[in-house]
């Protein structure tokens, strides 16, 4: 029903800004969407919470599951990675950011919380006050955001820095993508920060998440923190060859020079023929490239005050003595394309887009001692928010009542270390839907990612409406359909260009991976969970 509502809402939505087009031909424009009012309900006694576990949540913005190496982190590999459980094969829904953390926030796929796209933003998200933040404080934990919140918020908020999303209750947000003069709300106030050394973005983010670790280690109830950074996204601020760009720490201007994108073969691809029309018909210039290489030494250097900011987060609760009742969360919002396939940015649904890294870390007191120490099951965002309710032992609820179905599953099985995936959802069988787009028309990307293949539609806008199926790609990531693993996706098993498309095995994965892309477009809850 949620969802039929929804769609109602959208289809009007759509006329408003198709006749609004006709006018200024600025933002788009669109009514509200209806919300189940602010919740305020009463948390439960601190005595009755104080053993949750703490939940820290941390972002980076843009980076490559490439970018996340010993080399450019070695902190979070000796604290997180060598301790923890790494999830090889964790993909995003969306590859582009407000979409991305809208899953993360909500456990639904982007057909459930609105948002497609990084404009219209918050203003779009459905029934803002049923997410998780409010979630995890009506189980009675302290709620934080640290960093960048979803796009538009300050735009839908008179005074975003003095009123806090749904469910937080400490509020350090920013809105502004530069890491030197910007604005961060501190103490229901826009504190500016202007362009020292010590005003560089992530810098003071990772401040407040210390300070905040250690004001509330005097607070009876558990912490639920997320901690949003920056980089590795473009941003602007002076920073050597860096500046305007992907702007590094003070200290970290010169690391990584001259560094160079992998020369792989879908770098700059040579033959580009199975691809869709998107994809460039010219390869990547010299001039082109030598821009993303800079680029990409910048962002590699940028990640360098990340990775030192999360051992101080780490070594603040280790101070508070909280270090074997916390769980640690590290993953990025979204990937970007570096060269690959002849294209550069993001919100296109290759691997480098999708196939994100993820880390946890759960203190020796959440699982009873237990943890895997890698997952190699297919996992994506929308289990991010299933997760975290279990070890709060919250309901994704606003009030009695007011329930989001989520899409996702819950990664603590995973986590312990369970001898049988399959039994929560996890075998080799799993689907996980791929959707977004530049605009909110029906007129998107939509796919399908197993942990064996990757199926893709791309929609062609007609006079007569949209042709979902327009263009469609299909990769043998793993070589289980074809013999040959194609993890740089060169050879697209769809289009007649490539040898072995018109094989009947071929067709036939095609035609049911189209099949279920068609149910999991309308997906709620355990259908979102279903194998076909």
Request: charged share 25%; proline share 7%; aromatic share 8%.
């Amino acid at each position: 029903m949620r969802r039929l509502l929804a769609a109602i809402a959208l289809t009007l939505a759509l006329l408003a800004a198709a006749l609004g087009a006709c006018g200024s031909g600025g933002e788009e424009t669109e009514p509200e969407r209806k919300n189940a009012g602010e919740p305020r309900p009463t948390p439960p006694a601190a005595r009755k919470v104080a053993d949750l576990p703490n939940v820290i949540f941390i972002y980076t913005d843009d980076q490559v599951l490439s970018d996340f190496t010993p080399e450019t982190m070695p902190k979070t590999h000796e604290l997180l990675v060598d301790r923890g459980t790494t999830f090889s094969d964790f993909v995003v829904a969306t590859p582009l950011c407000c979409p991305s953390r809208a899953t993360y926030l909500t456990g639904d796929y982007p057909h459930g919380t609105g948002v497609f796209s990084n404009r219209g933003g918050y203003r779009l998200l459905n029934d803002k006050f049923n997410t998780l933040p409010v979630w995890m404080h009506n189980a009675g934990y302290r709620t934080a955001w640290i960093g960048k919140y979803l796009q538009g918020y300050d735009m839908y908020k008179e005074n975003p820095y003095d009123t806090p999303a749904p469910g937080v209750d400490i509020w350090h947000a920013t809105f502004e993508p530069r890491y030197y003069s910007y604005g961060i709300a501190d103490d229901n106030n826009r504190v500016h920060k202007a362009t020292k050394p010590n005003d560089y973005f992530t810098s003071v983010v990772n401040d407040f998440a210390v300070e905040t670790i250690r004001e509330e280690a005097k607070n009876k109830r558990p912490l639920y923190m997320t901690v949003n950074n920056l980089a590795p996204h473009t941003g602007s601020g002076r920073g050597g060859r860096c500046s305007d760009l992907v702007v590094p720490g003070p200290r970290d201007e010169a690391l990584f020079k001259g560094a160079q994108v992998p020369r792989n073969a879908s770098f700059n691809e040579a033959d580009v023929s199975d691809k869709p029309d998107f994809i460039p018909t010219r390869p990547l210039t010299r001039e082109r490239t030598r821009q993303i290489d800079l680029a990409y030494g910048c962002r590699l250097a940028s990640l360098r005050a990340v990775d030192r900011g999360i051992e101080d987060i780490y070594d603040a609760v280790r101070k508070t003595g909280e270090l074997d009742n916390t769980v640690f969360f590290f993953t990025s919002d979204n990937g970007i394309l570096q060269g690959q396939h002849r294209l550069g940015g993001k919100n296109v649904p290759y691997e480098e887009g999708i196939h994100m890294p993820l880390v946890t870390l759960a203190g020796s007191k959440v699982f009873d001692g237990r943890a895997e120490s890698r997952v190699t099951e297919l996992t994506a965002n929308v289990d991010l928010a299933p997760t975290i309710l279990e070890i709060g032992k919250a309901e994704p609820c606003a009030r009695p009542g007011n329930c989001r179905q989520l899409d996702g599953r819950s990664l603590v099985p995973l986590m312990e270390g369970t001898d049988d995936p399959e039994k929560f959802g996890f075998g080799p069988d799993r689907e996980v839907l791929i959707e977004g787009g530049k605009t909110r028309s029906d007129c998107f990307y939509a796919g399908v990612r197993t942990p064996r293949l990757v199926y893709m539609e791309y929609a062609e806008q007609t006079g007569s409406g949209c042709i979902r199926d327009a263009q469609t790609e299909l990769y043998d990531l793993t070589g289980s359909l074809t013999g040959t693993a194609d993890p740089g996706q060169l050879q697209n098993l769809t289009s007649p260009q490539v040898e072995g498309s018109g094989d009947t095995t071929v067709i036939k994965a095609a035609q049911r991976l189209k099949r279920r892309l068609e149910a999991l477009r309308g997906c709620e809850g355990k259908t979102c969970r279903s194998a076909g």
